[in-house]
């Protein structure tokens, strides 16, 4: 019996990844960046066994089992068997996946990047292959790919059909920018409605803007991001995320029909920060909305204790009008 566990965590999107041009090998339309979080804060946990005795492969997922027959754990499981060296003796024993998040799964909140990023990553111990396993993690959730390295990380697109060149790359350690942090506002922890697979697929059919936003916006907001990242120069980070988020949403609802994501509380949440940023005279906070209507801050930790009193004497946890449903707010520096 041979036994690994690993640990990763979620990443958040500054330029967002939204389109595929290949379902099958998970090729985006353009390039993404993105923070990755301490595995201390939201993260996924996975243990794999592999054993001579047993009979099947089985996969267990925050303690319920799942059907192993998945296209996308087949799509990980072969590439890593495949980089694999023929003579590993474990190759052909059967396995069983216990993999568990420790915050809502399919809420918007990364769970899938986490979590295939960690199978990927204990997949690789495993069967001890070496070399960049982003574009394996990249099979089974686009934008676990990103989760595989700390820090700011890239998503370059690539440009081959078969996807060997789109891969996850480093732009800066963490300890490039210590300063930053990340605030999750969890404005509804369900599963979301349209999953991100469904949702982007329908955009690319149906959305005009998507075309735009590929070719003519995301190529200059990547080089901006990385210069203001590069430079630490939050007030461009914060502009460039804001926009970024806000021209996804619209691609979401330019689909046919539209994908709804956010709520009114994502948008209260959102002006919120704009009056914050006014008030201020410069942009010191930025929010970005993934698929689901959970905000994730960006601020600096100089930030975060007035930027917290506001949100919390805008929402009171304790307020009667049912307005904000089960706001929880973390706070943590982004990580290796
Ligand atoms: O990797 P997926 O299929 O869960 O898609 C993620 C898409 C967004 O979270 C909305 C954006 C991103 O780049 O993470």
Redesign the pocket.
């Known amino acids: 019996m041979k036994t690994v566990t690993m640990v990763a965590p979620v990443?958040i999107?500054v330029i967002?990844?939204?389109g595929k041009r290949d379902e099958e090998l998970i090729l985006p339309i353009n390039d993404?960046i993105?923070g990755t979080l301490s595995t201390d804060f939201m993260c996924a946990k996975t243990t794999i066994q592999a054993s001579p005795q047993f009979k099947e492969n089985k996969f267990w997922l925050n303690g319920k089992e799942q059907n192993f027959d998945s296209p996308r754990l087949d799509s990980c499981l072969k590439e890593v068997k495949r980089r694999a060296s023929p003579s590993c003796p474990i190759l052909n024993w059967k396995i069983a996946i216990c993999s568990e998040n420790n915050f809502p799964t399919a809420a918007?909140l990364?769970s899938?990047?986490a979590g295939y990023a960690c199978l990927v990553a204990a997949l690789a111990k495993l069967y001890k292959i070496e070399g960049d396993i982003s574009s394996i993690a990249r099979r089974g959730?686009?934008?676990?790919c990103?989760s595989i390295y700390g820090g700011w990380v890239q998503w370059i697109k690539g440009d081959r059909p078969t996807g060997e060149d789109s891969i996850a790359i480093q732009l800066a350690p963490v300890a490039h920018w210590p300063e930053m942090r990340v605030l999750i506002l969890v404005v509804n922890d369900e599963r979301k409605k349209y999953s991100?697979?469904s949702g982007?697929k329908k955009s690319v059919e149906t959305s005009d803007l998507l075309k735009y936003r590929a070719s003519e916006c995301v190529p200059k907001r990547v080089e901006a991001m990385k210069e203001a990242i590069f430079r630490k120069d939050f007030e461009s980070f914060a502009k460039i995320t804001m926009e970024d988020s806000n021209q996804?949403h619209a691609i979401c609802l330019d689909t046919f029909p539209p994908c709804v994501y956010m709520n009114d509380t994502s948008h209260s949440i959102s002006d919120v920060v704009h009056t914050y940023n006014e008030c201020k005279s410069s942009n010191r906070v930025a929010y970005t909305f993934?698929?689901g209507p959970n905000a994730c801050i960006y601020l600096l930790e100089s930030e975060t204790e007035e930027f917290l009193s506001v949100i919390n004497y805008v929402f009171p946890p304790s307020s009667n009008t049912g307005y904000l449903k089960g706001l929880q707010v973390r706070q943590k520096p982004i990580n290796k």
């Open positions: 990443n999107a967002k990844y939204w993404s993105s918007g990364a899938s990047a959730s686009g934008s676990a990103r991100s697979t982007m996804f993934d698929a």
